[in-house]
């Protein structure tokens, strides 16, 4: 059966295969992609042993996926800029610096979460 229906599914679902590829092609080319998977690992890892509540959960799962995202969209910079404008521009320095900024907003705001969520976990 083919349709107008049938290709958009098609074109949804190729959609999907090229942004999972993506993720692939993150962890496998950056190293700091499985620092983050093995500090993801740990951390669940953490959650389940310390039996954290579903709220906790919650704010581990949004906080880890912030740092993730932000991790993948400033690779995306740091390669687009190196592609457009390879050679030294204070421009380029401003835009790589803001897109590794949002990173550390992120980590530090992972740091602090899992600070209130685990510290009184190990004080115990
Ligand atoms: N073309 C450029 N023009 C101006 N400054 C740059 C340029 N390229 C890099 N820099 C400076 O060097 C810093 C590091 O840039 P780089 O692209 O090497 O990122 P990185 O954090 O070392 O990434 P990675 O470790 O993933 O290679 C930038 O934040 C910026 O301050």
Sequence with gaps: MTGPKTNYLRRRLLSFRYAFSGIAA???????????????VLVAALGLYARITASQWIAVVIVTGMVWITEMLNTVIEKMMDHLSPEYHPRVKWIKDVAAGAVLVAVLVAVLTGAVIFLPVFIK
């Design 26 to 40: 993150f962890i496998i080319t950056e190293p700091h992609a499985r620092i983050h998977a093995l500090a993801t």
